[in-house]
């Protein structure tokens, strides 16, 4: 029972967002959230392209760049997913045990540049 009320919430929650960005296309906190909600209900893609849109209009936005890291994960797109990761860290995100226990980011963990360019990040924040 529970679960069906979150699934019908978050499909009100989606519709909300979506109505909203329908009337205000540019309005960057509907755009997240609802970015977030595609995420969560496993609307990947649709996650993915919401994602992109956020990413060219606030470009220099490490968390932006974040959430589009962890949305071409989700979809397999390893290589676009590090690059993503990577300008996020360079941007200023740095919540970097976080990186390494989002389930979102468990495929692009697994690409090979991953440990040296995590461990180089962690050397620098040593210092």
């Not at 509907?30 to 977030?36: E, F, I, K, M, Q």
């Not at 949305?71 to 300008?87: M, P, Q, V």
């Amino acid at each position: 029972m529970k679960a069906k009320k979150t699934s019908k919430r978050k499909d009100l929650e989606i519709r909300f967002y979506e109505n909203l960005i329908k009337e205000r296309p540019n309005f960057i906190q509907a755009l997240v959230s609802l970015g977030n909600a595609y995420t969560s209900k496993g609307f990947y893609q649709e996650g993915l392209e919401v994602d992109k849109k956020l990413a060219k209009m606030k470009p220099e936005d490490p968390i932006i760049h974040y959430n589009l890291a962890c949305s071409l994960s989700l979809l397999g797109e390893i290589e676009e997913a590090y690059k993503e990761l990577k300008k996020a860290v360079l941007l200023g995100y740095d919540e970097f045990s976080y990186i390494l226990e989002d389930p979102d980011l468990e495929n692009v963990r697994q690409h090979p540049s991953f440990k040296d360019f995590f461990a180089k990040i962690k050397n620098i924040k040593a210092s």
